[in-house]
């Protein structure tokens, strides 16, 4: 489980330059990778490799019922998505439309197209089979029944919220990690906008050190925040730039720091390696840090989006999800493929540029919001 990450000693030897000029000298650090758990499981289907996460909530009592007015902002976001799936469904539904095998075939076509997947759409198109075999009544309102149900069935177990524990001894860090472009440095300015508005001390740390762009992006998240950024020049060591934040935090007693990282390298500089490296570092000041590993996947790249979780997560141990830009697609379908593959936490969605448009994230919410009108 990833919860409980495998931890493998490992020898190797690193050293980093911190800015107060120490060196590290790490002769036997243990790796938070999966690794273990990925080569173990190598001949199985994705979803058994990730293992699965027991649901934070499950059930269909009272409390799992979502804020209205979350369901019709993430209705509004969602509206592409939505688009393709419901109202394609209206269609093949309308006039009291028979629920034979051709009409199946029809709605598992919509599900792929809206990038469900192939398992998930297998799972859904089966639900409704038999839901609708069972159900008295309405063929239209039996179809949508069975689709919410399965819908539900497959996000509830991801949707555990990333819970940051309050009284720390130590800063609480989070890693986000993910490939150039799929939104970690905006995330990362919606997260310290929601933590500090929750009354979470917060600071920055801008390792994505190969772009001047990348630190002053950071930088004027964390002035919207009020928040602050530790930066080093383009180029320096993003361990290095890591190690102080929380070394500077730790004194401060700041309770979260949240770590930008880059999505590409432009030198023969590895990712992974860096990504690895900053990991280390950081569990030399706190053993149990980074807490999070935030993997960012932009929703518009669909299934890219898998084979991207499945190489962060051999390298580097993703503990969390933040599914981005699921306003500006039609493929917003790739949750539930991603849910039912990887069976990761989806801690949070971005649904905007916005400050605010980063929403934990909700299953009953989510599936409501994408089946509504
Ligand atoms: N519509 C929409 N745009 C988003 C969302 N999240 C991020 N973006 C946009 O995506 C673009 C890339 O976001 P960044 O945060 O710079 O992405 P990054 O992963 O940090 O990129 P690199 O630093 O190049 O690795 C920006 O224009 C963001 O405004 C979202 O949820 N919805
Ligand atoms: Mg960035």
């Known amino acids: ?130 839901g609708v075999k069972k159900a008295d009544g309405e063929a239209e309102d039996a179809v949508l029944r069975s689709l919410e149900k399965e819908m539900l069935a497959v996000l509830e177990p991801v949707a555990t919220p990333l819970e940051i524990p309050r009284k720390l001894s130590r800063p609480f860090v989070v890693l986000v990690v993910g490939v150039n472009g799929t939104g970690k440095t905006t995330s990362i300015g919606k997260l310290a906008y929601r933590l500090r508005s929750e009354g979470r001390s917060v600071m920055l740390a801008a390792g994505d050190t190969f772009r001047a762009a990348a630190i002053e992006q950071l930088k004027s998240w964390g002035e919207q925040n009020q928040v602050d950024v530790v930066a080093q020049h383009t180029g320096a060591d993003s361990a290095s730039v890591v190690y102080d934040a929380l070394h500077s935090a730790t004194s401060s007693r700041i309770e979260v720091v949240i770590a930008d990282t880059a999505g590409r390298l432009h030198t023969q500089i590895d990712l992974m390696e860096e990504l690895k490296k900053v990991r280390r570092v950081v569990s030399k000041l706190d053993p149990e840090a980074p807490h999070e590993v935030l993997l960012v996947l932009d929703a518009g790249t669909g299934q890219n989006a898998l084979a991207q979780a499945i190489q962060f997560h051999q390298a580097v141990g993703v503990s969390g999800l933040c599914i981005t830009k699921l306003d500006g697609t039609a493929k917003g379908g790739v949750i539930f493929a991603i849910a039912e593959s990887l069976g990761l936490p989806i801690r ?26």
């Open 1 to 130: 489980m990833l919860s409980r990450r495998s931890r493998e000693p490992t020898d190797f030897s690193a050293e980093a330059n911190s800015t107060h000029g120490t060196i590290w000298r790490l002769s036997q650090v243990r790796a938070l990778t999966g690794k273990r758990l990925l080569q173990s499981d190598s001949g199985r289907k994705f979803q058994y490799m990730f293992g699965r996460q027991k649901p934070a909530d499950a059930g269909n009592d009272a409390s799992n019922k979502p804020a209205s007015g979350l369901v019709s902002r993430l209705g509004a976001a969602l509206g592409r998505t939505r688009g393709r799936l419901v109202q394609g469904l209206s269609r093949l539904l309308a006039g009291g439309a028979k629920i034979d095998d051709a009409l199946l075939d029809q709605i598992e076509e919509l599900l792929l197209s809206a990038d469900v997947g192939v398992a998930v759409t297998t799972r859904i198109v089966e639900g409704i089979r038999s």
């Open 348 to 373: 949070y969605i971005g649904v905007g540029e916005g400050v605010a448009d980063l929403k934990e994230f909700d299953a009953h919410a989510f599936v409501q919001a994408l089946l509504a009108g």
